[in-house]
């Protein structure tokens, strides 16, 4: 049986019913891989047979897309305004995942009228058919990076061995501690040369979370360091399509075999799209 195959046979076990389960890929310091990963995972995902939607949440440059080698007409902005509905601005990629750009346009969330918010939450309550979202943000502690990571069922922190990435992950899993305490967490190590490496980094900052916030960070593992990356994003195909035997790509075979033995917290609000919307408004609202 193919790798694939045991995955998809995995994930049929470990099926959690109905709703989207909400996955947010962060880090504290940046370009350590988030975007990489997100869409990368995305498709290991998908390989399973489940239905994926990855969501571009960084307010900086658009990303996504470029690592797939689309090129976005419309994004959320267009929804927001009214000129686009939300199921017009979903890419659907030839790779087999859907992606919703949000680049810059996203920002206007948080300057939205109550008529223009109501819509778009109704529009993401109406999406269905999604086992899976990814949200992929920018990096560092503002918050509208963790304002994407509170109302995920779970939170990957990605960092890479650097001593100055797993110092900035550790201040984002505090930031993120100190607004939800029982926020799942989960540790990912990447580009990592050997797997002692990736096992030594990730008992660094589980026992220091452990230690100084008294949280349990689960390890998802680690990604080697893999040329086959930047060369495949150097010709915008995702590696895992590219160089499905590279060793990054074997990497994230094992690390979406964890993610789906995970299930969906029996919570019906979080459980939908629009809900995490709705949690993010929420925070917006308190005043953060
Ligand atoms: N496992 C890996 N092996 C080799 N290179 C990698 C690996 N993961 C990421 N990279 C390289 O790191 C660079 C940054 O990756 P990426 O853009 O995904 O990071 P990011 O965290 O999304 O950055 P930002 O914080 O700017 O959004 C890319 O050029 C990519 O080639
Ligand atoms: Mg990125």
């Known amino acids: 049986m193919d790798q694939a195959a045991v995955l998809r046979q995995l994930a049929g076990k470990t099926e959690s019913g109905s709703g989207t389960k909400i996955i947010t890929i962060t880090s504290g310091k940046g370009g ?16 399973t047979g489940k239905k994926v939607l990855v969501f571009d949440a960084d307010l900086g440059l658009a990303n996504i897309n470029v ?42 969330l948080a300057n939205m009228g109550e008529r223009e918010r109501n819509s778009l939450l109704a529009a993401f309550d109406s999406l269905t058919g999604y086992d899976i979202l990814i949200i992929d943000t920018g990096a560092g ?30 201040g984002i899993i505090k930031s993120i501690v100190l607004e939800a305490p029982n926020k799942q967490i989960k540790l990912l190590v990447n580009r990592v040369t050997s797997s002692l490496e990736g096992k030594k980094v990730a008992e660094r900052v589980v026992n220091i979370s452990n230690q100084f916030l008294n949280v349990k960070i689960e390890s998802l593992g680690f990604i080697y360091e893999d040329e086959n990356v930047s060369r495949s994003i150097r010709r915008q195909k995702p590696f895992y399509v590219l160089f499905p035997k590279s060793r990054a790509s074997s990497c994230l075979n094992v690390i979406t075999a964890k993610l789906l033995n995970l299930e969906v917290p029996p919570d019906a609000e979080g459980s939908s799209i629009g809900g995490f919307f709705r949690k993010i408004f929420a925070l917006q609202n308190s005043g953060d």
């Open 32 to 47: 350590v891989g988030k975007t990489s990963i997100s869409v990368n995972l995305a498709l290991a995902i998908a390989a």
């Open 141 to 170: 502690v503002s918050s509208n990076v963790t304002g994407f990571t509170l109302p995920a069922h779970e939170v990957i922190v990605l960092t890479t061995p650097e001593p100055t990435a797993i110092t900035d992950a550790y």
């Open 67 to 108: 690592l797939l080698g689309v090129i976005p007409k419309y994004n959320l902005y267009h929804v927001i305004k009214g000129i686009k509905n939300l199921e017009d601005i979903i890419i659907h990629t030839p790779e087999g995942v859907d992606i919703i750009a949000g680049a810059s346009g996203f920002s206007m």
